[in-house]
């Protein structure tokens, strides 16, 4: 399944180093297999014992480079040319260690030897406890290597091998495809004007969170990877890009705003505060109901029994957002998450809404939709006739999701024209 074909036929040289997130890596190398690009890998001999030589070889389909001082390397694939045969070098995970070497100029093996002698843009994903992560000299390194034009990927935030909890988990390996991609996206766009530059996109993201009483609250299974996706993908294509996330766990994507509510209503807010905007997506699980009586005490359930609770309509922000008026955004898509009478479901919605689009999913049992890495979609469009077009996708990751919708926005306005 090539979810990115602009990576058919690119050279990766990928630095494995020593952390348990090294696991991680293999299947980065199947999926970029996968997509149609060649992968050469230098493994540190602390990745090494986390993965085996063999299972990184079986991956990518050719030799695995360990040892600098290796005459039989050395005379088949010196780390000279090693290091400049790729068209990019990502380092996944990249460890404190390897960082600072970066940052300092080391060369004490064929992987920091290798980065030192690159020619080739460097992405690194780095991975680490959250207290190495956040320690100043880390950030010290990090701010140098920045500086020297290395692209990063992570770390994002969650549960930690050591058991804590913090910053410092590996991206994960569909992110790191995504990035890969969009250096090489960056690089086929060139120095020209990207396709929704000038353009203002509004993205909402994640579940609202409403309050029961104050510890406890009405919510969904929605994790924000597909509304961040999206509002990631807007914003490499040009878009000043808002993003509107109830709690996630999902990193800020790059380059973008970011607007942080619980509720509906602090979230129709927001958007309504960042009017206008040429492009709107609608794409958070916003709660349909909140309760009436906040409780502004903590219920007892020996006190209180159990609780009658009232609810009352949450704000329909699509709607909202749809409606005619100076400040409705040009296009506006909104989201259909069903589980049964798909197509059926959504067509309605898109008629009911007022919205140009929907995206409509099967969130159903068994489809780990809620939570998942992998999405598999319907496009409806509104048309003059008032019967809805439909455009089926495949079953993708949802940072393909978030590309591919993006750039189906970029080719409306483009087909559009310029603004009267």
């Not at 050395?74 to 780390?79: D, P, T």
Request: glycine letters at 10%.
């Amino acid at each position: 399944m090539s979810d990115f074909p602009i990576l058919d036929g690119k050279r990766l040289l990928l630095v494995i180093s020593g952390g348990i997130a090294a696991y991680k890596s293999l299947v980065l190398i199947r999926r970029l297999r996968e997509q149609g690009a060649a992968v050469r890998v230098i493994l540190t001999e602390a990745g090494a014992r986390f993965v085996t030589p063999l299972s990184v070889a079986a991956l990518s389909e050719d030799k695995v480079y360990q040892e600098l001082f290796s005459l039989t390397d050395e005379s088949e694939m010196g780390h000279i040319r090693l290091s400049r045969a790729a068209d990019l070098v990502v380092v996944a995970p990249a460890t404190a260690d390897l960082l600072a070497k970066m940052a300092a100029g080391l060369a004490d093996d064929l992987a920091s030897t290798a980065l030192l002698a690159t020619d080739k843009p460097v992405l690194v994903a780095p991975a680490m406890n959250g207290a190495m992560w956040e320690h100043p000299a880390t950030q010290t390194n990090i701010g140098i290597l920045t500086g020297r034009g290395v692209r990063r990927i992570g770390p994002n935030a969650g549960e930690l091998a050591c058991g804590e909890t913090g910053t410092g988990r590996m991206a994960e390996p569909e992110e790191i495809l995504a990035a890969i991609a969009a250096f090489f996206d960056d690089v086929a766009l060139g120095s020209g004007p990207l396709p929704l530059s000038g353009r203002r996109a509004l993205v909402t993201s994640g579940p609202t969170v409403e309050p029961i009483d104050p510890v406890r609250y009405i919510t969904n299974r929605s994790s924000g990877r597909q509304g961040h996706a999206i509002a990631r993908a807007l914003a490499r294509l040009g878009a000043q890009t808002i993003l509107v996330s109830g709690p996630t766990a999902e990193p800020d994507p790059p380059g973008v705003q970011m607007i942080r509510i619980e509720t509906a209503m602090q979230m129709l807010a927001a958007c309504q505060g960042s009017l206008p905007a040429d492009i709107a997506v609608c794409a958070a699980a916003v709660a349909d109901w909140r309760v009436k009586g906040v409780a502004g005490q903590k219920l007892k359930k020996d006190k209180d029994g159990t609780p009658l609770l009232e609810l009352v309509e949450n704000p329909d922000i699509l709607a909202t957002l749809s409606r005619p008026g100076s400040t409705r955004p040009a296009l506006v898509v909104g989201f259909a998450a069903e589980t049964q009478h798909i197509l059926e479901h959504a067509s309605s919605k898109l008629a009911r809404k007022g919205c140009d689009w929907i995206v409509a999913n099967d969130v159903g049992t068994g489809t780990a939709t809620f939570g998942g890495d992998r999405n598999t979609v319907h496009i409806l469009r509104a048309t003059p006739g008032g019967e809805a077009s439909v455009e089926d996708w495949p079953e993708l990751s949802k940072v393909s999701v978030g590309e591919r919708l993006a750039v189906a926005i970029a080719e409306h306005f483009a087909a559009a024209g310029p603004r009267p």
